[in-house]
């Protein structure tokens, strides 16, 4: 007993932390409304932060950006693959591929786009005469249902040794892998909503209740039932009086309703409806709270798919940017093995540094490998959240990994727990659920004091006779109404029936607390996980550059003849390492903003959230 008052207290703790944060939440069985569906707010897919990351580091490129596969019609899709569910206003005769964008204006999956602002196809010029398809009301519209990026080559080697921010690692072509795919951030947080898998079952699971709360609401309604029966009898039979009597005899029914043999109702009525009262008044209300908790559940996985894919993308970066700094420190070993060997080869220098060099430009050769690896693996996984072929290799366009201010720190951390237990989608699910378990309890008060009812009605011919014989046909019509009042075992049932109901609903309020205190911790943790890393960045970026320093000023001295080359061995590990760690470093910044963001409840208002405090 005292667990469940301690527990029941921290729920009021978290209600009363919220009005002091002037939010609301539901409390008790009150209900609240579902967010929009995913589609009518696509908006919240990507915020202001990323598109401006997006950007500000995207690789520098004169090449057009081509778009393939805009679908004309249903039949279309299959040329495409991947394909975002797609469907457009109109009916064209054919799919259009190789327009391409040359504009600034981002046209992305899922896009609503009329001709006039598709740039025009080398093979097909689309101009504003140009007639593609059209409704009744001659408006022409498209739906993008893939977008493509013409690949680039990546900055050579004397940008990558020029820069404290490794450019990309160039994408080797070993004939495991498709055409490389350019992607940007933004663009894959799009996708999201229209080729993950989890976000569409997702929704499919919306649509399943909105059936049940369908099928809940006409479960008053009768059913009809038409057909015929055939009945033949011989031996005994019991009259009403008791005496035993040998028959012989044909039943013949056709019309609404089949099954009626001799005297007595029609066994199979015609129209009948059979139900309990309560489950008629109680069983809808149960229904719809189920489904807004679908619509509140659909949203916390589309929020978890783009916290996936925002953390797969940044991995895949990292994987990228990791690379990069492998080539750069595998050419300075390079550099270190040939001037020793050089040196020991004159006298100069000791064979074993040149050993010591040779030793270290191999240990660099197995990070290429590795980082080459790595990328591999971090664009199957991207690809696995967007739901695109396996063998394509996803080349981000962001050139350098940049710390993306996507959540402001100046709230505290209160009020950040009071945004999120107010934003989070999965707050409204459970406060849902908590509602059904209390329609569902108030149902099992009723039972016993509404009636289960039987209502049928039949309409037909029917005949027989002695024997074989069938004839007398006539109309036959049968009319059952019947009201029955049930106390289930002694009202032992009942009673038992009601306290499962009533630790349902005890059982939901705890998961919702169990719920919040997760929202509540995970906020609080990537808050300081932000705060921690955003220290480190410029710990790490400070390390790059006196790194940098040192490596110059050591090989300086071996170029002016004060100094052996193996000397400047350290300073080549020391600026790996510290390139390393400020990679690593924003790298986790970004991951972190993002889980805080996500703890917030993927807010749509970005406003005032772009600036790291």
């Not at 209390?438 to 009812?453: N, Q, V």
């Amino acid at each position: 007993m005292t667990n469940q008052n301690s527990e029941m207290r921290r729920g009021v703790r978290w209600r009363r932390l919220l009005v002091t944060a002037g939010l609301a939440l539901p409390v008790g069985c009150t209900t609240v409304q579902p967010n929009a569906p995913i589609a009518q707010s696509k908006q919240r897919a990507v915020p202001v932060a990323i598109r401006q990351f997006t950007a500000e580091n995207a690789t520098p490129t004169s090449a057009p950006i081509a778009m393939t596969g805009l679908v004309a019609r249903q039949s279309a899709i299959d040329r495409v693959s991947p394909v975002a569910a797609s469907t457009v206003s109109g009916t064209p005769d054919a799919a259009f591929a190789g327009s391409v964008l040359t504009d600034q204006s981002l046209i992305a999956v899922g896009d609503v786009v009329e001709p006039r602002r598709l740039p025009a196809s080398e093979s097909s010029p689309i101009s504003a005469g140009t007639v593609l398809g059209g409704d009744s009301a001659g408006d022409v519209k498209y739906v993008i249902a893939r977008v493509e990026y013409v690949p680039v080559p990546a900055p050579g080697a004397e940008q990558a040794a020029n820069t404290s921010e490794p450019a990309p690692l160039p994408v080797s072509d070993d004939g495991e892998f498709l055409d490389p795919q350019k992607l940007d951030m933004s663009t894959a947080l799009q996708l999201v909503a229209g080729q993950n898998p989890q976000v569409a079952f997702a929704h499919q699971r919306i649509v399943e209740a909105t059936a049940r709360l369908e099928m809940a609401e006409a479960m008053w309604l009768p059913s009809i039932r038409a057909g015929m029966s055939l009945n033949r009898h011989e031996g005994n039979l019991q009259n009403s009086n008791g005496q035993i009597v040998d028959i012989s005899r044909t039943s013949l029914q056709g019309g609404f309703g089949a099954g009626a043999v001799g005297a007595g109702t029609n066994p199979v009525p015609g129209l009948s409806a059979q139900f309990h009262l309560s489950d008629a008044v109680f069983a809808p209300r149960i229904a719809e709270r189920n489904l807004e908790a679908r619509n509140f559940s659909s949203w916390g996985t589309y929020h978890d798919q783009m916290l996936r894919a925002s953390t797969a993308y940044l991995e895949l970066l990292r994987a990228h940017q990791e690379g990069a700094i492998a080539r750069e420190t595998l050419r300075n070993a390079d550099e270190l093995t040939r001037l020793t060997k050089s040196f020991a080869s004159t006298g100069q220098g000791a064979q074993a540094d040149a050993d010591r060099a040779a030793t270290e430009r191999a240990i660099r050769q197995n990070d290429v490998a590795r980082a080459m690896e790595a990328v591999d693996v971090a664009s199957a996984r991207l690809a696995e959240v967007l739901h695109l072929d396996a063998p394509v290799k996803v080349v981000p366009t962001e050139q350098q990994v940049a710390p993306i201010n996507l959540v402001s720190l100046q709230p505290t951390v209160q009020e950040m727990v009071a945004i999120g237990l107010s934003s989070r989608p999965e707050v409204g699910e459970n406060s849902q659920l908590v509602a059904a378990a209390c329609e569902r309890l108030e149902r099992e008060k009723y039972a016993p004091l509404l009636p289960s009812m039987l209502l049928g009605l039949s309409y037909g011919g029917f005949g027989g006779g002695v024997g074989d014989t069938v004839g007398n046909f006539n109309d036959r019509l049968d009319v059952d109404v019947s009201a029955v009042w049930e106390i289930r075992n002694l009202g032992r049932g009942d009673a038992a029936a009601r306290d499962v109901a009533q630790s349902q609903v005890e059982q939901a309020r705890y998961r919702e607390i169990e719920t919040m205190d997760q929202i509540s911790r995970e906020i609080v943790e990537a808050r300081s996980q932000v705060k921690s890393r955003k220290r480190q960045i410029e710990t790490s970026r400070s390390a790059v550059s006196t790194a940098q320093t040192s490596y110059s000023r050591n090989r300086q001295r071996i170029n002016e003849g004060q100094g052996l080359p193996i000397e400047f061995l350290q300073s080549l590990q020391a600026l790996d390492q510290a390139q390393r760690e400020y990679l690593r470093s924003v790298t986790d910044f970004n991951i972190a903003q993002f889980r805080l963001h996500h703890a917030l409840g993927w807010p749509s208002d970005v406003s005032g959230t772009s600036k790291s405090k």
